[in-house]
């Protein structure tokens, strides 16, 4: 490198949250420098171009072409920008997932702005002066708008912040101020709604149709003016880590809006609708919004948290009323419960675009569990719901270990509040940004963005014999993403599995009583740095190593799941992994999900070999397998209607035992009688593989509509396990036909039910009389995880099946 190229960064720009793909590469100066943004960036190469729908298929190797026209490799790059958006959900998670990927596997900088700004500094460097409209396509009839004064120095927002509204609103918005004639308008909203802005007689100075998008550039200007209006530090566009840019949203899910409604509408969530009945309330511990039944309980347990303490504990009257139709902004309110009693409480109340925390309790024995965590996750959660930006609490000064809690989090001291508990008891006021920072570990498993850290971080030391370790033992990286759970593991060339993280968002899918998609991908975003890292850590903690965190290029492959499943979820997974790989230098793997579950029994069994049967059963996918050789798989039959997991969630949410239902309805099933009620079992002839379960479902509705016509009480463990034994008979005849017919000796199962005690016993004890060796995979296995994957990953890197970087998500991928 030149004495020059010291004294300015390399930065790689990439955007793909419209119909364009920008990617361009272009020097600016080094950390300190401010000139112009025109000025100080200086493009080497750019790539940009239409490709609707394809930009998780090209993005990747449009960097390389970029870099290569430039005579750069990943290794040059010193940093990475990409637009956060707003614009097509899918497209914003593509380009800042692999964004993220390429940022942690280089170790370098990732930084983010708006694709707005991009839009109108892009139209900035074509010469455009003056009063200009961005409006950008959000689907729905509606648009991202956005105004700016661009002039000789650049271009300059009228505007706050990012927001969505109808096509009209932006319309009567524009055509109502005085200088609605000098507006030139431009945005790919114009695509689909130019003749309703033409109607309002604002296309009179329409920008040049090949403007309505930004470009690579045009994200270099944006950033470099940031910058610059910060006096040329770098810190303007965020820390650099790539775990903390996330996109700009501006319109929630459907099923989030229906919970901002209730929210925002200040009603007392009631117990009947947290989805809990009171026979699950000693089952396991659960957290839930508080309801007015809670008042008393949560004002015992405030007194007994803060006994001694300075801080007046909270009466039930003062509960009810924050749950009341009276209050005067909007509230979240969250409780943990176990064993029938409340143990942890956490609430707040919204002002303008904070969060304030008004009380954070757990009881004293469960404490160190991270219970606290997971409430304020919640409430922060809901607080993001409405608008909050950031979060805000007092806690008394000399509490030492709950400031080091909130420290953890995020938040950092903000000042004193003398005598605000009493007399000489001070009150140290901490406020933190959102998403709050919620480590991932054992204790903590709710999904997580990354603790604040130094970035890039320091490359590890290693010496000659660790060197020679690494070489030796080849470990594989694996993401699967395919669901709600994000998960990262790290298997070696010998089979042994040397990190298996797993970061799951049950708790955040239970208020809807199911997994919604677009919170699951929007989960994933958020966390899949933070679980690589938690791996790579773990990773070398197995292989002994002492200096540091396994770095992505001491990796030897990175495996991903590509299919079946949430297509947004997969496309995350699958977005990172290209980005992480590339920038690595490393091999990428795709691994088919389902190849994924059958693989996870060699975890169990290294010697299991074909042919033999194997039944998957899992909340998305019920189906009988006869694998003739590995990679060799017959499909005897499949579910016609529901799945298994998907009916055991179905008929638990009938019954008001709240999600997921595979585990409540276990539980139940433990104290109950199988043959108590004799539900039907489908398919169930000699020769016909098939299976279906919507009548099971009906039937179980029926039962419980005529209870309660007749006014008999449900016993709930009874029902419980005579819908098990209907769902497992059925699977056990099935299997063992397939078995008999095909001779083979070995049955294994997988999947999320595979879990279940009550059918990885049956399996067992009916098939071994019959001399089969039956194969279940570990209970950790048995649910969405990485483990199974890093296995195929590991079977294929050892063959050299090798993917480019081309491929896409596939969501209906078959086995």
């Known amino acids: 490198m030149s004495d020059a190229d010291e004294m300015r960064s390399l930065i790689l720009a990439c955007d793909t949250s419209t119909d364009m793909l920008a990617c361009a590469l272009a020097w600016w100066p080094a950390h300190g420098v401010s000139p112009a943004a025109a000025a100080g960036v200086e493009v080497l190469a750019r790539a940009d171009h239409l490709c609707r729908r394809h930009a998780n298929v090209e993005l990747v190797d449009t960097v390389a072409a970029v870099l290569e026209k430039a005579g750069k490799t ?44 991009a839009t109108a500094w892009t139209a900035w460097r074509a010469g455009v002066r003056g009063l200009v409209g961005v409006a950008a396509d959000a689907m729905r009839g509606e648009v991202y708008p956005a105004l700016y004064r661009l002039d000789e120095r650049g271009a300059v927002r009228l505007y706050e912040r990012e927001r969505v509204v109808k096509a009209s609103v932006a319309i009567e918005e524009w055509s109502s101020r005085p200088d609605a004639h000098e507006i030139q308008l431009t945005g790919d909203g114009l695509v689909r709604y130019g003749n309703r802005f033409e109607e309002a007689g604002l296309m009179a100075r329409v920008l040049s149709r090949d403007l309505w998008w930004p470009t690579g550039e045009g994200l270099l200007l944006a950033a470099r003016a940031l910058i610059d209006e910060a006096g040329g530090s770098e810190a303007a566009l965020g820390s650099g880590d790539p775990a903390l840019v996330l996109p700009i949203y501006t319109r929630l899910s459907d099923a989030e809006e229906n919970e901002r409604r209730r929210l925002g509408l200040a ?13 699950l309330a000693g089952r396991h511990l659960q957290l839930r919004p508080m309801g007015a039944a809670d008042a008393e309980a949560a004002s015992e347990l405030e007194a007994a948290c803060f006994e001694g303490a300075g801080h007046a504990p909270w009466t039930p009257t003062m509960f009810l009323d924050e749950l009341g139709d009276g209050v005067a902004a909007p509230r979240s309110w969250w409780v943990a419960h176990d064993d029938g009693r409340l143990i942890g409480i956490a609430g707040g109340m919204v002002v303008d675009k904070d969060i304030q925390v008004l009380d954070v309790a757990v009881d004293a024995g469960y ?48 000042g004193i509040r003398r005598g605000y508990y009493g007399p000489g008891i001070d009150a140290c006021v901490m406020s933190a940004s959102l998403p709050l920072a919620l480590p991932v570990d054992a204790a903590s498993p709710e999904p997580t963005s990354a603790v604040h850290r130094a970035w890039p971080l320091s490359e590890p030391r290693r010496t000659d014999a660790e060197f020679a370790e690494l070489d030796r033992r080849k470990p594989v990286l694996a ?71 396994l770095s992505p290029k001491e990796l030897a492959a990175v495996g991903v799941t590509q299919g079946p499943g949430l297509v947004g979820a997969l496309v995350v997974g699958v977005a990172f992994a290209k980005g992480f790989a590339y920038a690595a230098g490393k091999p990428l793997i795709c691994v088919n ?77 433990e104290d109950g009688n199988p043959k108590a009620i004799d539900f039907p079992r489908a398919l169930n002839r000699k020769g016909d593989y098939r299976f279906s379960l919507s009548g099971l479902k009906t039937a179980v509705m029926l039962y419980i509509e005529q209870e309660n016509k007749a006014g008999r009480p449900i016993h709930l463990p009874d029902l419980a396990a005579s819908f098990e034994a209907a769902v497992f008979d059925v699977q056990y005849k099935k299997a063992r036909n397939a078995l008999r017919e095909t001779g083979a000796k070995e049955y294994c199962i997988g999947g999320g039910v595979a879990a279940n005690p009550h059918l990885r016993d049956m399996m067992v004890r009916k098939l071994s009389r019959q001399g089969i060796r039956v194969t279940v995979p570990p209970q950790n296995a048995c649910t969405d995880n990485a483990a199974m994957i890093a296995v195929v990953a590991r079977e294929k890197f050892l063959k050299g099946e090798f993917s480019d970087f081309s491929i896409d998500a596939d969501p209906n991928m078959t086995l």
């Open 479 to 549: 993401i699967e993403s395919s669901c709600d759970e994000t998960a990262v593991a790290i298997i070696d060339a010998d089979g042994t599995l040397l990190a298996n993280q797993v970061s799951t968002q049950i708790d955040f899918h239970a208020r809807f009583g199911g997994v919604v998609p677009e919170i699951a991908s929007r989960k994933h975003v958020e966390v899949i740095v933070g679980v690589v890292d938690a791996a790579l850590e773990e990773a070398a903690e197995a292989l002994g190593l002492e200096g540091g965190a």
């Open 74 to 117: 990943m290794d040059d790059v010193d940093a990475v920008l990409v637009g956060r958006g707003p614009g097509s959900f899918t497209g914003v998670r593509i380009g800042i997932s692999t964004a993220k990927g390429l940022a942690r596997g280089a170790n370098v900088d990732l930084f983010g702005v708006s694709t707005l700004d």
């Open 267 to 279: 009603e007392s969530a009631h117990m009947d609708t947290t989805g809990v009945a009171d026979e």
């Open 593 to 669: 999900h389902l190849e994924g579950h059958l693989y996870a029994n060699l975890l169990t069994t290294p010697d299991l070999k074909p042919p033999f049967i194997f039944t998957l059963v899992s909340g998305g996918h019920t189906m009988l397998v006869h694998v003739r050789a590995w990679g060799d798989y017959e499909v005897l039959g499949e579910t016609l209607d529901d799945a298994v997991g998907e009916a055991f969630d179905k008929v638990a949410k009938a019954l008001g035992l709240g999600y997921p239902g595979g585990p409540i309805i276990s539980r139940l099933a």
């Open 367 to 414: 404490r160190r569990q991270g219970i606290a965590r997971k409430l304020l996750a919640h409430v922060s959660y809901d607080a993001q719901m409405l608008g909050c930006e950031s979060a805000s609490l007092e806690v008394e000064a000399d509490n030492a270990a709950a400031v080091a809690l909130y420290e953890e989090l995020g938040f950092s001291r903000v």
